[in-house]
Each structure stands twice: as C-alpha cells, then as structure tokens.
C-alpha cells in the first residue's frame, strides 16, 4: 500500500518519526515504534517476518555498542540518565544503554519501511520535478542505479569465463584470491561505464537547459493526504500511550 504514496510526503513522514524516535527518551515508544514498522512491513507489504528480523540485526549489532558503553563506562550523559531512571529496566546505565539499544532499531526500522516501499527511479523523478533537482544529479543517479546490477552480471560473466578456461565449475563463494583478482577488471568496467555514460549525458544536453520534462514522475493524488495525516496522528498515539501523562 505505502507504493502508491508519493515519494517526497513519504520522505517527510519518515523524517518525522526519525525525529520523534530521537527526541522521545523512552524505551515503550520505541518499542511501538518498531512494532509499527514490523506490522506494516509484514502485514500491509507482504514481506516475510525472517526478512523483516534479518533487517534488525545490522541495527541491533549497532545499537548493542551503545548498552555497552552506557554499563561500562560511567561518564553518560545527565539528560539520558535521568529520563532512564523513570523506566523500569534496571540501573541508569543499563536503562540508558537499552533506550539507545531501541532508538537504533528503531530508526533503522523507520529508514527500512521508507526504502522497501519506494521505487528509486520514482524518487528521483519526483526530486527533479518537484524540489528541482539538477539534471545532471539525477541522470548521474539513473546511471548509478543501472551500474550495481551490471556489475554484478559481469563480475558473474568474469567468474564464468575463469571457470570454463580452468574446466571447472566456479565455486558458489568466491575466495579471496579470486575476489582480489577480480577487482582490476571491474573498476576498469567500471570506469569505461562511466565514461560513456558521461559521453551520452553530455550528447544530450543536460547542461543546456535547467528546465526539461520528466516522464513517468510520480503525480500527488489523495491518498497521499490521508498517508500525511495518518502517520503523524498515529506517532503521536504512540506518544500518547507510552507515556505517563497526557499530551
């Protein structure tokens, strides 16, 4: 469902609640949080929860430094300890340590719907429509975008190659010598890649003009509206419920 919202409101709401997920010392918030995030990846966006779990173990490893510099060294911040000491979590260090364990997950978690939920070409469509973005910058991010998967496919071709001149089948995990010879030849693709992608830029004429039409940029409709209203009520229901007096 969150496909279909435009990309800049998206973008917006997303910093909204990155913002309130920084400015809410509170470990029940952040659990909502990243609640809300899971719920909507797993039910609203159909993704399997082992691949929504998978995504916070980058963000957990991250947030485990911060537990860990909260217990075992004592000079924390004042702001942190305080509010820590109102949650029930055990000492001032350990409950500032796990609020900032949380906060982590959390904004990983919001940063993760934004990303899963939005077509890169369509964001940048919208840049340059709508915040006028340069055309060069975007047309340099299009050819970014097309490069990753192309240097995939020929780092895949080169491994093939090797392993029919060798008579074997290529091994299903590179090795580090063979990822060390592979790295010349691919920033070498890489650099001819680039230069024809600037030769094609500037054939076209981005330099030329600052104003061009954009086809296929994302349009504002309604439901991007309610998603606007709806995001920010339901980050301050959170706020609401988890803490201990009314707004």
Request: aromatic residues 8%.
């Amino acid at each position: 469902m969150l496909k279909t919202v435009h990309p800049l409101p998206k973008l917006i709401v997303a910093l909204v609640w990155l913002a309130g997920s920084i400015a809410v010392f509170d470990a029940s918030f952040q659990i909502a949080m990243i609640l809300t995030c899971v719920t909507v990846l797993v039910l609203l966006e159909r993704l399997s929860p082992v691949f929504v779990l998978a995504l916070m173990v980058p963000f957990a490893l991250f947030g485990a430094g911060f537990i860990t510099t909260s217990v075992l060294f004592r000079q924390e911040s004042e702001f942190a300890v305080q509010m820590a000491q109102e949650t029930p979590y055990g000492d001032g260090r350990l409950q500032a340590g796990i609020v900032l364990f949380l906060r982590a997950i959390a904004c990983g978690m919001v940063s993760a719907v934004f990303v899963l939920t939005t077509d890169p070409g369509s964001f940048v469509k919208a840049l340059m429509v709508n915040w006028r973005l340069s055309p060069r910058i975007g047309y340099a991010l299009f050819a970014a975008l097309q490069l990753v998967p192309d240097l995939a496919s020929e780092l895949q071709q080169m491994r093939l190659a090797r392993a029919m001149r060798r008579g074997a089948p290529p091994r299903r995990i590179p090795g580090p010598i063979e990822v060390g010879s592979l790295v010349v030849p691919l920033i070498a693709y890489a650099i001819r890649r680039a230069g024809d992608t600037a030769l094609a830029m500037e054939s076209r004429g981005l330099g030329a003009s600052s104003r061009r039409s954009v086809i296929g940029a994302p349009v504002s409709s309604r439901r991007d509206a309610i998603f606007c209203f709806l995001a920010p009520t339901w980050l301050l229901s959170i706020y609401w419920l988890t803490s201990r007096a009314p707004l």
